[in-house]
């Protein structure tokens, strides 16, 4: 997915992009905070890129489909862990369905705090595809 963002700063093959929309822009507003986010993305292609310029980077596919999972996807087992837990589907589902539901739910709590605290590798960072607009130099006549 291709998306637009204006360069902070360049530090070789490391750029530090702000864009208006805190993911990637493929959730609903709700999801995101209005406010400027900053993020690092690598230049591999070797642009020659100076701050404030207007580039197009790309977030790999496996990697917006796994956000969307974890932020969706999560949210359904959290209710259906929180049903059993509370036991009012203990008359229904036997108590194996029960604990089933909540060693689930912690090793879904277990693997997002590991995504959350593990460092980023470079194949994790969005890509700059292309420059869009040059910034405009500051000196005057």
């Known amino acids: ?4 963002a204006t360069v902070i700063s360049v530090d070789g093959q490391t750029v530090e992009l702000s864009s208006p929309t805190r993911l990637c822009g493929a959730c609903p507003a709700l999801a995101c905070s209005p406010r400027a986010y900053v993020f690092t993305a690598r230049n591999q292609r070797g642009i020659e890129l100076r701050p404030a310029d ?4 790309e977030i790999s596919t496996p990697r917006v489909l ?3 999972i974890a932020l969706f996807g999560a ?3 959290l209710f259906l862990g929180a049903f059993f837990a509370v036991r ?3 008359p229904v589902v036997p108590q194996s369905g029960a604990v089933a539901a909540g060693l689930m739910l912690v090793l879904l709590i277990a693997a997002l705090r590991y995504r ?3 460092p980023r590798s470079q194949f994790d960072m969005p890509t700059v595809l292309r420059k869009l607009s040059v ?3 500051s000196t005057e006549s």
Not at 54 to 57: D, L, P, R, T
Request: net charge neutral; charged share 25%.
């Open 1 to 4: 997915m291709k998306y637009s």
């Open 54 to 57: 207007q580039v197009e980077y």
């Open 66 to 68: 796994g956000t969307a």
């Open 75 to 77: 949210f359904p087992l």
């Open 88 to 90: 009012v589907a203990a």
């Open 116 to 118: 959350r605290e593990r």
């Open 135 to 137: 910034a405009e130099s």
